[in-house]
């Protein structure tokens, strides 16, 4: 296992190769060990070279309301009235914080996202 710090692109690529031959490595074997440690070092400098930023929150909204099938309506418990829920969706409103607070308890939104 020669490991060393991803600094470049084709030091990246090189990392992804390896973690591919490496894929279903046993865990606690040398092979499972430097999978991990790969995986570790890509991840890092993913999050600095690839960020990626949270979701628009009306998108993240949306987004919820189709994977959990949500119509509007469903939607007045956390905006307060069927013309918030319009007014917010339609961008013509901005969440409050209540609104917030009550998306992402009751619809586990992430609050970084609703926030942005």
Not at 8 to 29: C, H, M, S, V
Not at 37 to 66: G, N, Q, W
Not at 76 to 81: A, L, V
């Amino acid at each position: 296992m020669n490991i060393k710090p991803i600094k470049t692109k084709k030091d990246y690529e090189q990392a992804l190769k390896r973690i591919e031959q490496l894929w279903g490595a046993k865990r606690n074997t040398p092979n499972g060990d430097e999978f991990d440690v790969l995986c570790t070092l890509v991840e890092s400098y993913e999050a600095k070279h690839y960020h990626i930023p949270p979701p628009d929150p009306i998108e993240a909204i949306k987004f919820r309301m189709e994977q959990m099938n949500l119509s509007n309506k469903d939607m007045i418990e956390f905006f307060g009235s069927r013309s918030s829920v319009s007014e917010v969706l339609s961008r013509k409103r901005n969440l409050t914080i209540k609104m917030i607070q009550k998306l992402h308890r009751g619809l586990g939104i992430p609050a970084e996202s609703l926030i942005a």
